[in-house]
């Protein structure tokens, strides 16, 4: 009920090329949706995020699309570039007891060929 | 420069030893965040803390402790109770109250031999 699911594994783009991650949940109560990129050694940071009373979000070449109904959501990078090979984590978040969970995607490793 | 500084970067330890991984912050931040990153698993919640002196268990708690004495500091005993404990260890602290980015530290990659 609390997991979020990521697909795929491991994605390898050229570059210029749109770069497509995707993420499935079940429990309807989590109620934000963000993106982390982590390169290698580092902790994660937040890339973009999204509530669930919209479709879709974007910010530069990233665009978060939600379809509440299916409860699915996608990062789409754009004209993808060599220094955007990281790993990407969806993730959704929650009010739990004591506080806001956020509960982690396994992560897409990104390699993005020049 | 305000951020979250986790100590040491790498730490090596015998089996059956407890060891405490150290998480400070200077963002004002009221709630705090472990998590245990393993290979093609993601980030796992193993405990969170809204306020000082207050903290929850998440997801795979056992073989943990924690404590908040202090807002800035969130300190994670990984004790000789946890089965698997090499990985790496990564601390975040955000705004409390509502849903709000993650910040996050570099990392403690553990290594018990």
């Known amino acids: 009920q609390q997991q979020v699911k990521q697909s795929p594994q491991s994605l390898i783009v050229q570059k210029g090329g749109i770069s497509i991650i995707n993420c499935a949940y079940e429990?309807?109560?989590?109620?934000?949706f963000p993106w982390y990129q982590q390169f290698p050694g580092k902790g994660p940071a937040l890339l973009i995020a999204?509530?669930?009373?919209?479709s879709e979000k974007k910010e530069g070449r990233f665009t978060i699309s939600f379809n509440k109904s299916a409860k699915q959501f996608s990062l789409h990078i754009m004209d993808s570039q060599p220094g955007d090979s990281a790993t990407y984590f969806c993730?959704?978040?929650?009010?739990?007891?004591?506080?806001?969970?956020?509960?982690f995607g396994a992560g897409t490793r990104l390699f993005v060929k020049a | 420069d305000g951020g979250i500084t986790q100590s040491p970067k790498y730490l090596f330890r015998k089996e059956g030893q407890n060891v405490t991984l150290s998480c400070e912050q200077n963002l004002n931040h009221d709630a705090m965040y472990w998590y245990r990153q393993d290979p093609g698993q993601g980030l796992r919640l193993i405990y969170y803390s809204q306020i000082v002196n207050d903290f929850q268990k998440g997801d795979i708690a056992e073989g943990y402790s924690v404590s908040r004495e202090k807002k800035e500091s969130f300190p994670l005993t990984v004790t000789s109770a946890q089965k698997n404990p090499t990985a790496f260890y990564l601390c975040?602290?955000?705004?409390?109250?509502?849903?709000?980015?993650?910040?996050f530290g570099p990392g403690t990659r553990l290594t018990v031999l």
């Open positions: 975040a602290s955000s705004i409390a109250g509502t849903f709000n980015e993650q910040f």
């Open positions: 993730a959704a978040s929650i009010i739990g007891t004591g506080g806001f969970k956020t509960i």
């Open positions: 429990n309807t109560a989590f109620d934000y």
């Open positions: 999204i509530r669930p009373d919209v």
